[in-house]
T-cell receptor, first 114, second 111 residues
Framework: GENVEQHPSTLSVQEGDSAVIKCTYS??????FPWYKQELGKGPQLIID?????GEKKDQRIAVTLNKTAKHFSLHITETQPEDSAVYFC?????????????FGKGTHLIIQP | DTAVSQTPKYLVTQMGNDKSIKCEQN?????MYWYKQDSKKFLKIMFS???????INETVPNRFSPKSPDKAHLNLHINSLELGDSAVYFC??????????FGPGTRLTVL
């Protein structure tokens, strides 16, 4: 089955700086790669996703890049703000047309220092 | 206008008991899921279900069983609860392979 590795487990950055979280996946058949943000006591919430036919996607301060050959994808957050502090999860899935669940990385605790 | 709701939010019970967690989505999605998040925040798929098939993660004990009375509900039944079942359980839904919307979670504590 799919295996997703995520690094770092904890990331502390100064407010206004950029943060980068990296993930690798093992199954070359995976073709959907979402990123979720989880705040304390809440369920994960999708912040951005990318499919395997695209190399990069951007939404305001958030961007995701995908390298299919190397089987890795990254989340980039620019101009970080205190409200960006949370746990971030990458995930991978194969869109086979059936009921496919997501395989998650182990999460990155992002801390924005004021 | 909650998209995915779960009840209860907290569940404290004794070992050996049988319990259920309910999940409802009002998004009209065709696929629903159950995930388990352990004490280290690791999220793992347990089940995914649409009106065509149930996919079970092979690592899930058969004490866990999903039941779907209709397209908008996927409840989780757990028999003979064990200490290791303590975790946060999340329900999610999606329309095909699109964004999965997660519920707020149910924190299960087995004593």
């Amino acid at each position: 089955g799919e295996n997703v590795e995520q690094h770092p487990s904890t990331l502390s950055v100064q407010e206004g700086d950029s943060a980068v979280i990296k993930c690798t996946y093992s199954d070359s058949a995976s073709n959907y790669f979402p990123w979720y943000k989880q705040e304390l006591g809440k369920g994960p919430q999708l912040i951005i996703d990318i499919r395997s036919n695209v190399g990069e996607k951007k939404d305001q301060r958030i961007a995701v890049t995908l390298n299919k050959t190397a089987k890795h994808f990254s989340l980039h957050i620019t101009e970080t703000q205190p409200e960006d502090s949370a746990v971030y999860f990458c995930a991978a899935s194969f869109a086979g047309g059936g009921a496919d669940g997501l395989t998650f990385g182990k999460g990155t605790h992002l801390i924005i220092q004021p | 206008d909650t998209a995915v709701s779960q009840t209860p939010k907290y569940l404290v019970t004794q070992m050996g008991n049988d319990k259920s967690i309910k999940c409802e989505q009002n998004l009209g999605h065709d696929t629903m899921y159950w995930y388990k998040q352990d004490s280290k925040k690791f999220l793992k798929i347990m089940f995914s279900y649409n009106n065509k098939e149930l996919i079970i993660n092979e690592t899930v004990p058969n004490r866990f069983s999903p039941k779907s009375p209709d397209k908008a509900h996927l409840n989780l039944h757990i028999n003979s609860l064990e200490l290791g079942d303590s975790a946060v359980y999340f329900c999610a839904s999606s329309q095909g392979l699109a964004e999965q919307f997660f519920g707020p979670g149910t924190r299960l504590t087995v004593l």
